[in-house]
């Protein structure tokens, strides 16, 4: 095999890109078996994959920035729930030698030296907006874009409802989220039943058993002694989720699936 990059290991040892970086990077280690370290390792060195190419394959851009773009977080639960993502995916950059910026929305939407531009939670306008004046990938975290062309990453909501289901019994539950400013996955998730129900600050929790993906509102949840479900949304399949976007969007990865719903 000529030339074998970072996405030819990870299919043959059929795990994901950040799998396959995390083990040559010697970080996360918590996130993989040592059956898979090993079955990794045995094909980087069968292919006489290095390193150094590695690092040359999983970051083409030269700037070795990443900017984390928020919208505007007017309410408390909105700052909590965005916090441990955040500090996560900061830590798992930074890991591989990258410098995560992390900044709020802006109205002044060009940006300068930065391999990729990672938004989250943000409105598809103001999405469209940034990759008009941008020429580096784009890729949405928690909100839905109307064009295929750009990454986006979101959780599996039909899995929420099947968990609540399992919980509790078909429609005999409310889902609990934090509200979000893309209307458009708002209006994706409302399709899929009458069940969702979207907080503010003084939005007060539904009747009844409760099911969640945020940690915000299972402490709620629990300081109230509700019945509850929490399906965390802030897992580290998440992260990995993200970086391997990433990595596929700065290679300019043609022919893969550009929206991933995580469970």
Known sequence: MDKIT???VARLAGVSVATVSYIINGKHEDRYTSDTKRKVLQIVNLYSFRPSRLAQSFALGKSRNVILLTDKHET????????DFLMALCKTFEGLGYSLIVRS??????IDSADAIICVGMEEEKFRRLAQENFVPLI????KINDNLFFQIYQDFNHVLQEGGKAFGKDNFKVALVDTYNET????????????VFLDDAGKLPKGNIVTVHASLYDLCKAENRNT????ANTHARVDAVLDCFHQAV?????????????
């Open 185 to 196: 996955l708002k209006e994706e998730i409302r399709a899929l039943s009458d069940c969702f």
């Open 140 to 143: 949405s975290v928690d909100g």
């Open 105 to 110: 929305y802006l109205e002044n939407t060009r």
């Open 6 to 8: 970072i996405k030819d």
């Open 229 to 232: 479900l929490f399906v965390p």
């Open 251 to 263: 290679e300019r990865v043609q022919g893969t699936m550009h929206i991933v719903k995580v469970k």
């Open 76 to 83: 408390l639960l909105q700052k909590a729930e965005s916090y």
